[in-house]
């Protein structure tokens, strides 16, 4: 008696159906009902418990009812089909009934998302027993226990970057196993570190689309690629500086001398130069001139957009903290102490400003960085002037905490810098959430009350509690303390912001890439 496996497969897609739709209902709608439709906790809540209820009546009729059932195509298939059939057409109507009350909310289109949603749950009630049984039905009984095994074993492919996310997920019986793609180019060391209880030390994926941010293929007519360079450029990784090297690290050689390096800048990159310089058995002085490390990421503590990014920074700090490290917070460089640490060579990771450009009225704005740190407290209705990937990002965390935000773009597009999927999730976003967009607008002054700009609707003025502004960034000047380095002979590295402003990746990887130098 031999299983057959194609029929088996065919059966358990009926499973998958039904836990692809549980994973994307839990994850989802709860989400839609708290951002999109408001609701409270205690609705949204009920409303997210309604399934358990109906389940207790229909999974038991549904069952029963296949039971008693005969047509041409089996007892059950008429449930499963039907079923199936139902729940594929309201599925596609609840993103557009979301998309509908975001852009004009009524009480109307809110009784009409939940009726869309009852019948939904039905339909999926509908088949829930009838795919059970239907196993059964077409195994023989000493087979059954294998063709169970291969019905259930099911993976979740998705956005999981955490041990903790596996765990969860297998212990709700959602799946067997995770398979992990990006995750596994952030830090292939990911099983053995949780493995060994070393979870804190995995670098988790951003999700932010660096290692593959679409394809031509798919649509996407803004990559800086053609096919072909997308196909070399696939691989790298913003948090993980080893991917996609032009050379394997594996290889390289051990340092042949140890030497003392003093690193200018405890940001991202600051301390991943430290890390990499320390693990090639170097000694390590890091001077940060604030309280703490981090440098621009420590807005990831205020940002609730940006969890994923603060754990990195929060890993960067962790690895330099277990390392043989001396940090020295609160500690000014400056051209006459450089020389005074006793270092062999000095790695510049002092990062970057915002810039202040000339706009009339400037001195009534605030920069956009600031309103992390608490320097500035936002009014209610705020002009974010520059439309970059800084400004859409601030100003969409600005609006999801209850403000009204306007970003005001002279190019033709917003978050002109970035591409992809990423750019596309994040129009989408703020689209989403309400924010008004005013690309190919000039910024002609800002007052007091307001900004003056202009755009093909002519000259107007937007009134404004609070104007902000993100206008690009600057590298903070290191000619004088590189020229006094180099005059008392020190070696001398640049690194991240401080070549020129960038993001996170060139931090990293030009950080790593310097670190392996010291000792050379």
Request: proline fraction near 6%; glycine fraction near 10%; aromatic fraction near 6%.
């Amino acid at each position: 008696m031999k299983l057959n496996s194609r029929r088996t497969i065919l059966v358990g897609l009926a499973f998958l159906s039904i836990c692809t739709f549980w994973q994307m209902y839990d994850s989802v709608m709860t989400l839609i009902l708290t951002d999109t439709f408001k609701l409270n906790e205690t609705f949204a809540g009920a409303i997210m418990a309604a399934d358990n209820v109906l389940a207790l009546f229909l999974l038991p009729f549904f069952g029963a009812l296949s039971d008693k059932t005969s047509t041409r195509i089996g007892r059950r298939m008429p449930f499963i089909v039907g079923g199936t059939a139902a729940a594929a057409i309201l599925m596609n109507l609840i993103p557009l009934l979301d998309d509908r009350y975001a852009a004009s909310p009524s009480t109307g289109t809110l009784v009409l998302f939940i009726i869309v949603l009852g019948l939904l749950l039905v339909s999926m009630g509908t088949y829930r027993s009838p795919a059970v049984a239907l196993m059964p039905d077409v195994t023989p009984k000493p087979l059954r226990s294998r063709a169970n095994a291969i019905i259930n074993l099911m993976g979740a492919v998705g956005g999981i970057n955490s041990p903790e996310l596996c765990e969860q997920a297998i212990a709700e019986g959602k799946i067997d196993f995770a398979i992990l793609g990006r995750q596994m180019l952030a830090d292939p060391e990911f099983a053995n570190k949780a493995k060994s209880g070393h979870e804190d030390q995995i670098r988790r994926c951003l999700r932010c689309y660096k290692c593959f941010p679409g394809s031509p293929e798919e649509g996407y007519d803004d990559l800086p690629f053609t096919s072909e360079e997308l196909a070399l450029y696939v691989g790298h990784c913003t948090i993980n500086p080893l991917a996609h090297l032009p050379f394997d690290p594996d290889t390289l050689a051990p340092a042949s001398k140890q030497e003392t390096v003093l690193i200018v800048g405890g940001g991202a990159a600051g301390m991943q130069a430290a890390i990499t310089a320390c693990d090639r058995g170097q000694k390590v002085i890091l001077a940060e001139q604030g309280p703490r490390l981090g440098g621009l990421l420590r807005f990831t503590d205020v940002d609730t957009d940006k969890p994923d990014l603060m754990n990195f920074k929060n890993l960067l700090v962790r690895e330099v903290e277990r390392r043989d490290i001396d940090v020295r917070l609160n500690t000014v460089i400056t051209p006459e102490n450089i020389t005074s640490f006793g270092a062999d060579g000095v790695i510049f990771a002092t990062g970057s400003l915002p810039s202040c450009p000339p706009v009339p009225g400037i001195g009534h704005a605030h920069k956009a960085m600031d309103m992390y740190d608490g320097k500035v407290k936002p009014g209610h209705k705020i002009v974010m002037v520059g439309g970059g990937l800084v400004g859409c990002e601030a100003g969409l965390f600005l609006q999801k905490t209850g403000h009204e935000v306007t970003v005001v773009e002279l190019l033709g597009r917003l978050a002109n810098e970035s591409f992809g999927m990423y750019r596309e999730a994040l129009i989408w976003e703020m689209e989403k959430c309400g924010m008004a967009m005013l690309p190919k607008t000039r910024c002609l002054e800002i007052t007091p009350t307001g900004v003056k700009v202009e755009n093909a609707d002519g000259v107007q003025t937007l009134e404004a509690d609070t104007v902000l502004f993100a206008l690009g960034m600057k590298s903070v000047d290191i000619a004088p303390l590189k020229s006094a380095a180099e005059a008392a002979g020190l070696k001398t590295w640049v690194i991240g912001d401080a070549i020129q402003p960038g993001k996170v990746d060139q931090a990293t990887r030009s950080a790593y890439l310097a670190g392996i130098e010291v000792g050379r």
